[in-house]
């Protein structure tokens, strides 16, 4: 009877015993604490990484229309090569050039702008687009000839001038952290405006002979 009886005391008590024990409180507190700790560390990482890709994004917006406004009249190669500048800008994070949809989703439109003196609106004299991939311009496709661009600033409508517009778009898409951002990427998207400082507009494509024309009005 004794051995029952010890047995009996000992079930008695292990209920009592376990609720003091407090062995394995701190791995089970880990455990838990753990993916919150890798998601806000990864998260951090590539919110830094976005960040910094959307300035290079301003960057480049800023240098395509800053190096077209510079010229009086440029070929469809000198705009590339504005391009595949951007693209040594965007490296290490994309590229390097020559740059692929592969290894950089790129897209960038240039255009000219003209401001009608009677609307005041600008409208496009010419426009290009380089690497329309995987990172896709809203305007892009819409930006023919003629075309009104409404979103120009109402500072820069001056009668009868023209811009130099560029728009960049970038698909940044995360190594890591898909539950902090999606795995399927996000366009990161900017523009600049320069007006052309060598003559009053910049001719595109450059005429194969012969002076260099008079702006369109």
Partial sequence: MKPMSKMWRRARRSPFKLLRDRRGVAAIEFAMIV??????????????????????????????????????????????????????????????????????????????????PTTLKARVEWSTVFQQGAATCPQSVVLTAGTVVPSVPPALLVSGTYLIYSQVCYLYKPAVAYGVMTNLGITLTDVAYTRPRQSQCVWYPTPTSGPIPPCPG
């Fill in 35 to 116: 993916p919150i700790m890798l998601m806000l560390f990864f998260g951090t990482v590539e919110f830094s990484s976005a960040v910094a890709v959307d300035r290079k994004v301003t960057l480049i917006a800023r240098t395509l229309s800053d190096v077209t406004s510079q010229s009086i009249s440029v070929a469809t190669n000198d705009l590339s090569n504005f391009f595949t500048a951007g693209c040594a800008i965007m490296y290490p994070y994309a590229g390097p050039p020559p740059c692929t949809s592969t290894n950089n989703p790129m897209t960038a439109v240039i255009t000219e702008l003209y401001v009608d």
